[in-house]
């Protein structure tokens, strides 16, 4: 009798790991989890909120007729900004320099070798981020705020010219300057000498311009963050101020050249 032996089995042959790919959806969503993990993402958007919608609230219960008849009625209940500025731009510096004081930078690069699709993402969430935070806040600040100047020089309304314009023109200069801070905070690498960086930009630097017996140093000065972002936040423009457009394109192009300054040293340090 003859014995058949059943055939051997053949090996199913195991399937090749599909690499990782590294797409710009998967680092944008990547940077947005990071964002909204960080505490001092949630600190800085209250914070903002809250000394945006206080300080206006404040100035329009205490304002009296006649108190502040040359001050642009948007501009008075949005006088918070000066905080906002400081704030947002330290919540940019954070995205960047805060990286490289913990060390995380060193996970994120080796994850996206090419590096810049994490700074175009850094800069695109945190503007998005602050643009919706500040406009949000901006049109209930305003609408809150005009229930106390009901009667006054300085009531007004969103469906007078130019408001509903400063409104938007302030948070979208507010998200401009969030990203110029990123962009400080990629190239200096160190949060405190971002936030010097950025407070003598901001603040100091243009205030010193101005008062240069220059004609040329005045209008230079016009167009640094702080003085271009008052311009975009005036529903009637003020004499000797930026133009609304002009004021814009000041912002894109402090915030451009920031991140093209940072994306070059990005690409060509180590991180």
């Given amino acids: 009798m003859t014995t058949t032996t059943p055939p051997a089995p053949v090996p199913t042959p195991t399937p090749t790991p599909t690499p990782y790919r590294v797409t710009p959806a998967r680092v944008l969503r990547a940077e947005w989890h990071k964002l909204w993990t960080l505490r001092s993402t949630w600190t800085s958007l209250i914070l903002t909120v809250v000394l945006t919608l206080g300080t206006g609230l404040i100035i329009a219960y205490a304002y009296t007729p006649g108190d502040a008849t040359e001050l642009d009625s948007v501009l008075m209940v949005l006088i918070g900004m000066q905080f906002s500025q400081i704030i947002?731009?330290?919540?940019?510096?954070?995205a960047t320099a805060g990286e490289h004081s913990t060390g995380l930078v060193r996970s994120t690069m080796t994850a996206v070798p090419r590096r810049l699709p994490v700074l175009w993402s850094k800069a695109g969430i945190v503007a998005a981020v602050a643009f919706t935070t500040v406009l949000l806040t901006n049109f209930l600040t305003f609408s809150l705020a005009q229930t106390f100047l009901t009667g006054t020089d300085q009531a007004t309304s969103l469906g007078?010219?130019?408001?509903?314009?400063?409104?938007?023109?302030?948070?979208?200069?507010?998200?401009?300057?969030?990203?110029?801070?990123?962009?400080?905070?990629s190239m200096v690498r160190s949060v405190?000498?971002?936030?010097?960086?950025?407070?003598?930009?901001?603040m100091v630097l243009p205030e010193i311009l101005a008062m240069l017996p220059y004609d040329v140093m005045d209008d230079i000065s016009r167009h640094f963050p702080a003085k271009a972002l008052e311009a975009l936040t005036q529903a009637d423009p003020a004499a000797g101020s930026a133009s609304p457009g002009a004021a814009l394109l000041a912002l894109a192009l402090w915030a451009a050249a920031g991140l093209g300054a940072a994306g070059l040293l990005l690409r060509r340090r180590d991180v």
């Fill in 88 to 94: 947002l731009g330290v919540l940019g510096i954070l």
């Fill in 160 to 185: 007078d010219p130019g408001v509903v314009t400063a409104l938007v023109g302030n948070a979208a200069g507010l998200a401009l300057l969030g990203v110029t801070a990123l962009a400080i905070g």
């Fill in 192 to 202: 405190p000498a971002a936030i010097g960086v950025l407070i003598t930009t901001v």
